[in-house]
């Protein structure tokens, strides 16, 4: 699976980098998505962060 951020609907809360910091950074006001962590979403760890993202940014895809 991979992992990224809609942008569009992230405002900055940066809890996803707090979360898992080896996946996530916070940058310019938004998390993101570290170049070449886009296939972690095998971590279990993700999907916490996905279900607990406040503005439901973060998007899991197969
Ligand atoms: S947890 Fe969600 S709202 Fe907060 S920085 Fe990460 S993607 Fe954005």
């Known amino acids: 699976m991979k992992v990224s951020v ?3 609907l ?3 809360s ?3 980098a707090h979360r898992v910091p080896a996946v996530f950074a916070f940058e310019d006001g938004y998390g993101v998505v570290r170049p070449g962590r886009e296939e972690s979403a095998d971590d279990p ?3 916490e962060a996905a279900e607990k993202c406040p ?3 973060i998007v899991l895809t197969e």
Do not use: H, N
Request: hydrophobic residues 35%; charged residues 25%.
């Open 45 to 47: 760890r993700l999907v």
């Open 14 to 16: 940066a809890e996803c």
């Open 6 to 8: 809609d942008r569009a």
């Open 55 to 57: 503005s439901q940014a």
């Open 10 to 12: 992230c405002y900055g």
